[in-house]
């Protein structure tokens, strides 16, 4: 059984439309995030949320939105895409946030956008 | 911002051990230092953790002085499985510093 799933794995778009990633974890963790790596291999954090309630929201835009509708899923939506946006995102979770909390990930979506 | 430096890649042979340091001067008394491991087209993977002196596990080692300001990994008797990204993550207080840079690319030869 896999620890935090997402999906889909692979999407391939086209600028100015609005896709969305889901992601779930089945390890009764109470925080969820959403990572991206982009082509330079840096790997950082989006959003966090702790038991369904935004904890991080670093500098990302606002066409970026997350929502969890419990605390086992958090899913990514973005609108109106962009070249820029082609990247991986991974989806991740802890038990907790901080103090030493391991953090589980997903395989990780690769998003293109032409 | 806090951040973490580590080298950007290492070589090494089958069988050796290896040694990848991540600096950290601006640690802070609650954070733990956590590595993590990535193949390519994977996520980042738990190896091991500490806070402070040295954590063995069955896959590596972490030493950490006592001003804890710089952590190393061990990897003993690395083989070509070992070739990945290890990233060092510091869990700094406050939240905005859970970004893992971008780590050290190992390659492990025959």
């Known amino acids: 059984d896999t620890a935090v799933s997402q999906t889909p794995k692979y999407l391939v778009t086209q600028m100015g439309n609005d896709k969305s990633i889901k992601c779930e974890q089945n390890l009764g963790h109470d925080t969820m995030y959403w990572y991206k790596q982009d082509s330079k291999k840096f790997l950082k954090i989006m959003f966090s949320y702790n038991n369904k309630e935004l904890i991080i929201n670093e500098t990302v835009p606002n066409r970026f939105s997350p929502k969890s509708p419990d605390k086992a899923h958090l899913n990514l939506h973005i609108n109106s895409l962009e070249l820029g946006d082609s990247a991986v995102y991974f989806c991740?979770?802890?038990?907790?946030?901080?103090?030493?909390?391991?953090?589980?990930f997903g395989e990780g979506s690769w998003l293109t956008v032409v | 911002l806090a951040k973490t430096t580590q080298p950007i890649s290492m070589d090494s042979y089958e069988g050796q051990e290896v040694n990848i340091t991540c600096s950290h001067n601006?640690?802070?008394?609650?954070?733990?230092i956590t590595w993590y491991q990535q193949f390519p087209s994977q996520g980042p993977r738990f190896i091991i953790q500490?806070?402070?002196t040295k954590v063995t596990n069955e896959v590596a080692s972490l030493f950490i002085p006592a001003d804890r300001k710089s952590s190393t990994l061990s990897l003993p008797r690395v083989s070509l499985s070992d070739t990945a990204v290890y990233y060092c993550?510091?869990?700094?207080?406050?939240?905005?510093?859970?970004?893992f840079g971008k780590g050290t690319m190992l390659l492990v030869s025959p």
């Open positions: 601006n640690i802070a008394t609650n954070d733990y």
């Open positions: 500490g806070y402070k």
């Open positions: 993550l510091v869990d700094f207080s406050g939240y905005s510093t859970l970004t």
């Open positions: 991740a979770s802890s038990q907790q946030q901080g103090a030493g909390g391991t953090i589980y």
